[in-house]
């Protein structure tokens, strides 16, 4: 995996054209509303897998007037320079490039930074509904453990096939013996699912509790999986279907299986999603985000780019400082704020600094 060097963007919601190089570890960028910071943000995640994390209709991220938006990133790795670089006219296939090379999928790429992404809007992590926290537990899972990427589809497949077979159980079009041999594969696959999800939150669950103290938030902080199934093997879930399967039928679709379990992020035993206040909902989403990255650290010998949005606005003094030594310790992190005033001086010191205004990128060198 390598580091992110330089950035290079063209047509890009408010940037006509920008380039700016990112620190090995802190890069604060700052600006007024309005300025461009969270674009920059877009821009590496963007860079990184592909995909915005602002936005679904990717059309929005292109220039007001422009035909196409373009990111380029150069990254740095043990063996050499590497590039990834993502092409995007709206109507068009996304045209994805690694070291000049067109890719299908960036997140397949070797060389491709991890990365993690803080944006207000990701409060929805803690507050909204559990397919959110389901797919973030599975793509911890993908990046902990590349080669189990793929349990997840075959999961889902195999629920799509079920499902589709329920509908024939209950037009007539078969027997509800067809069901069983489904059953048994669909179970291989929840049984796989679900004890990667148990593991990735075994790796995380004692940092998460540890980094909430540090970043000082009250109470204990548990993440726990809530799943309905208790089955260990495939035939044993199978028996869970078959007791359900009058349930199924009556509803037409399969009720039961990791597609319905929760992760649950609790504060002193309750859910921070009921009761936790927006700062707390705040910190405990940036504990289990830094948890996190230092779990793929240790797995993957990286600790992932990790981009903060604005996070410091609503943190007092003293969480502030905690927050920013507590993710200065390892990798790299690109942070945006509209007031550098309020940054500790030591943060400063030790960082790069971008100062956007109007579309325009500048590097401070320091003095
Ligand atoms: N497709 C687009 N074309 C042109 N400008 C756009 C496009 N999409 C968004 N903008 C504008 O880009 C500017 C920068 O937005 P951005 O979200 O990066 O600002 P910001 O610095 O993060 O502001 P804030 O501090 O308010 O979060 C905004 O003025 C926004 O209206
Ligand atoms: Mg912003």
């Not at 299986?257 to 940036?286: C, M």
């Not at 003293?318 to 030591?346: I, K, N, S, Y």
Request: proline share 4%.
């Amino acid at each position: 995996m390598s580091i992110v060097r330089r950035l290079r963007l063209r047509d890009l919601r408010c940037y006509e054209t920008a380039d700016a190089a990112i620190g090995e570890r802190l890069t604060i960028v700052h600006g007024a509303n309005g300025a461009g910071k969270t674009t920059l943000l877009e821009a590496l995640y963007l860079g990184c897998t592909g995909s915005s994390c602002r936005t679904r209709n990717e059309r929005e991220v292109v220039r007001f007037g422009a035909p196409a938006a373009r990111v380029e990133l150069d990254l740095e790795r043990h063996d050499g320079p590497h590039r990834l670089a993502v092409g995007y006219e709206p109507g068009q296939p996304k045209r994805l490039t690694a070291d000049g090379a067109p890719v299908e999928r960036l997140l397949d790429v070797p060389f491709r930074p991890l990365v993690s992404v803080f944006l207000p809007d990701r409060l929805e992590l803690v507050k909204g509904p559990p397919a959110l926290r389901r797919s973030h537990v599975d793509q911890l899972v993908a990046g902990l453990w590349p080669a189990r990427r793929a349990r997840r589809r075959a999961y889902s497949q195999a629920l799509a096939q079920r499902n589709a077979l329920l509908a024939r159980v209950r037009s007539h079009a078969t027997g509800r013996d067809a069901l069983a041999t489904w059953d048994l594969e669909l179970g291989r696959h929840a049984v796989a699912l679900r004890a990667d999800r148990i593991d990735a939150i075994a790796r995380i669950a004692k940092g998460t509790e540890l980094v909430g103290g540090e970043l000082g938030l009250a109470g204990r902080l548990e993440l726990r999986l809530r799943s309905r199934s208790d089955a260990t093997d495939a035939e044993s879930f199978a028996c869970e279907l078959a007791a359900r399967l009058d349930t199924d039928l009556e509803r037409g679709f399969t009720t039961h299986g990791p597609h319905r379990d929760e992760l649950d992020l609790l504060r002193d035993g309750r859910a921070l999603r009921t009761y936790g206040s927006q700062g707390e909902q705040r910190l405990g989403l940036l504990a289990l985000l830094l948890a996190e990255r230092e779990a793929l650290e240790a797995e993957r010998d990286h600790a992932p780019l990790l981009l903060l949005d604005d996070v410091l606005s609503e943190l007092d003094g003293a969480r502030r400082e905690l927050l920013l030594e507590h993710a200065g310790r390892a990798g790299q992190v690109v942070l945006t704020t509209t007031e550098p005033e309020r940054l500790p001086d030591a943060a400063l010191a030790a960082s790069s600094v971008l100062q956007v205004a109007g579309g325009t990128v500048r590097e401070l060198v320091r003095a």
